[in-house]
């Protein structure tokens, strides 16, 4: 069989798997809180190929040269996320709040689990709870009074509670969680990030600590997608994509003229 036919095929499979990619960043490029991603590229496995006839050993009986090994084309090694900062840009929403730095905010899932936030649109729930406005409550748990006329975030996290006529009050404090890799999180959609073994545990930080970051509320951070390298990214991918196709042509046309070799 026609090797060159099965590893442009490789090719093709992971330069779609970029163009996905890309649309994707492209699509969310005004999307707060967004972070790009990238595939890398990996090549695959080598294997031997028969050398010419007594071109494998010399006369001592030694091999005369390096050993003949053909590679198999190219796989994904990751899809990784691209966790550069995005500017943060004011909203004037109380509610909004962006984090400045490498910092996740803790947040308990539906599913009673963990996950890990870049920050957003919060809201007050039903019990109480200050939460992200798809129902994933703040770790650990504050509680806001519904009596309460505002409450404000400072860049260090400690949420204060304001009543006309009384005295601000302190009703908890947001920590940050920082990770050493955080590339190698998980994304779950939402601006939710799941840890694994790539990205290690989180540590638990006070946010204005050094490398922590600090809140900014009333602010939104904004997709970190450069669309100019976006589209650079696309036409690369696609003259790889239809480069790999020509080749998959010309060993088809190989093939056809061999078979045609008896007429």
């Known amino acids: 069989m026609n090797d060159a036919m099965y590893i442009a095929a490789t090719g093709m499979q992971t330069q779609q798997l970029a163009v996905d990619t890309i649309a994707n960043n492209m699509a969310n490029a005004t999307t707060p809180g967004f972070k790009g991603g990238r595939v890398n590229f990996q090549e695959l496995m080598y294997r031997g190929a028969a050398q010419p006839q007594g071109a494998a050993a010399t006369q001592d009986g030694e091999p005369a040269a390096a ?32 984090i400045r730095g490498d910092g996740f905010i803790e947040v308990q899932t539906a599913d009673g689990g963990t996950a890990y936030w870049r ?4 809201q ?44 601000d009050v302190e009703i908890g404090q947001i920590p940050l969680q920082v990770f050493a890799n955080p590339a ?12 694994t073994e790539a990205s290690g545990d989180a540590t638990t930080v006070h946010a204005t ?9 009333g602010a939104a951070e904004q997709s970190n997608v450069v669309l100019v390298d976006e589209m650079v990214n696309l036409m690369m991918a696609q003259r790889a994509y239809e480069m790999n196709v020509k080749v998959i042509q010309t060993a088809d046309e190989l093939v056809g003229m061999s078979n045609n070799l008896r007429k």
């Open 67 to 98: 050993p003949i090994v053909q590679g198999s084309g190219v796989g994904v090694a990751a899809l990784v996320k691209n966790f550069g900062a995005g500017d943060v840009a004011a909203t004037g929403n109380p509610l909004d709040l962006a």
């Open 119 to 122: 920050g957003g649109t919060l």
């Open 124 to 167: 007050v729930n039903a019990d109480g709870w200050l939460a992200t406005t798809q129902g994933e409550v703040i770790k650990p748990q504050i509680r806001v009074d519904r009596n309460m006329g505002s409450f404000t975030i400072a860049a260090d996290g400690r949420v204060m509670g304001h009543r006309d006529g009384a005295k």
């Open 184 to 195: 190698g999180l998980r994304p779950q959609g939402g601006g939710l990030y799941l840890p």
């Open 209 to 217: 600590d050094a490398g922590a970051g600090s809140f900014a509320q």
